[in-house]
């Protein structure tokens, strides 16, 4: 069985128009880091539907029950929001392994408060 992040990896992007991601900020994450990970760079929409202990990714973008994300998937409503990228022990992604989990050892996307919660309190 795939983990998260393998499954957003290696999907066949041909066969679906969306990804639905029930769980919580770590499910979200791994699915996230996934898809950017994919070497033909295809993208798909990711819907979170929030079932962790904290949900913070989808508070942060008014998703606060099954029905808000429900409505959100179904209405079709897409929220665009950049990730930080973080490179670990590496000045630039030259040595950075190009695929697979020992990418992830040396590369990883932040898409929790850093890119949405901390982005609203600076603007505040």
């Known amino acids: 069985m795939y983990d998260t992040y393998e499954y957003a990896r290696d999907l066949p992007m041909d066969e679906y ?4 991601a029930a769980g919580g900020d770590g499910s ?10 994919r070497e033909d760079g295809k993208r798909l929409p990711i819907a979170m539907v929030p079932n962790g202990s904290g949900n913070d990714l989808c508070t942060s973008i008014g998703i606060m029950n099954l029905e808000d994300a429900l409505d959100t998937i179904v209405q ?15 000045e630039d992604e030259t040595k950075v392994p190009k695929e697979g989990n020992e990418r ?6 932040m898409d929790v408060n850093g890119c949405m919660a ?7």
């Open 118 to 124: 901390m982005t609203a309190k600076i603007n505040h």
């Open 17 to 20: 128009s969306i990804i639905v």
């Open 76 to 90: 079709g409503t897409v929220c665009q929001f950049d990730t930080i990228r973080v490179l670990c022990d590496n």
């Open 104 to 109: 992830l050892k040396f590369c990883r996307h």
């Open 28 to 37: 979200y994450h791994e699915v996230i880091n996934g898809m950017l990970a």
